[in-house]
Structure formats: C-alpha cells, structure tokens
Nanobody, 121 residues
Framework: QVQLRESGGGLVQAGGSLRLSCAAS????????KAWFRQAPGKEREFVAA????????EYGDSVKDRFTISRDDAKNTVYLQMNSLKPEDTAVYYC??????????????WGQGTKVTVSS
C-alpha cells in the first residue's frame, strides 16, 4: 500500500492556473502508474490524467487535453497536475491515485483524500 496526500487546491478565476501536488509515502511510488481523477457534486468520478510507472506514457481525458499536464518527480515521490486555462466546469474535488495503468477508476487501489478546486466565472 502507498499513502497519498494531495495539496494545491483552492479558488481561482476562470482562465487562471493551479498546480496540484500528490506526495506519496509507504511502498515505492515508482512501481505504480499514477493518475488524477476528479469528482464534481452529483457526478461520477472522472478520469483526468495518468502517467505510467516509468513516466514514458501519459494519457488525458478529452475535457482537459491541451490544458492540463501530469508530471512526476521520483526523487520527491510526488506527482503533479499543472492546470492551465481553467474553466468553471473544472470545479471538483481532485483525487490522486496509484495503481495499474489505465483510465478506469477500478484500476487504481490507492487513493488520496482529495483536494478541492473551485473555478469562478
């Protein structure tokens, strides 16, 4: 098991940027694929971005492509989500996850508590 803790959420105006961080502890983070998901009130958890365990592959949800970037720093056991050109519809709780490579929620069995992002219009 790996423990995950997100940070960096907050309130931002539309068009602005935020960078989320996810710090890991426990088992070596490098052995997992890492991902970000988000969940807005009343909606299902949605895939945002993923990075493979070796970092050679990334995947993005259609709604965030060309605006969000996932990256990792293995030395710091941390994965990041750079979010640019934010829109009100990006408002959600963002979750960091570690597990097997893919876009489905069920592939990830390690989850953080989430960090809230609110984008005002």
């Amino acid at each position: 098991q790996v423990q995950l803790r997100e940070s960096g959420g907050g309130l931002v105006q539309a068009g602005g940027s935020l960078r989320l961080s996810c710090a890991a502890s426990g088992r070596p983070f490098t052995t997992y694929a890492k991902a970000w998901f988000r969940q807005a009130p009343g909606k299902e958890r949605e895939f945002v971005a993923a990075i493979s365990w070796g970092g050679s592959a990334t995947e993005y949800g259609d709604s965030v492509k060309d605006r969000f970037t996932i990256s990792r720093d293995d030395a710091k056991n941390t994965v990041y989500l750079q979010m640019n050109s934010l829109k009100p519809e990006d408002t959600a709780v963002y979750y960091c996850a570690a597990g097997n490579w893919g876009t489905a929620v069920q592939l990830y069995d390690n989850w953080g508590q989430g960090t809230k992002v609110t984008v005002s219009s």
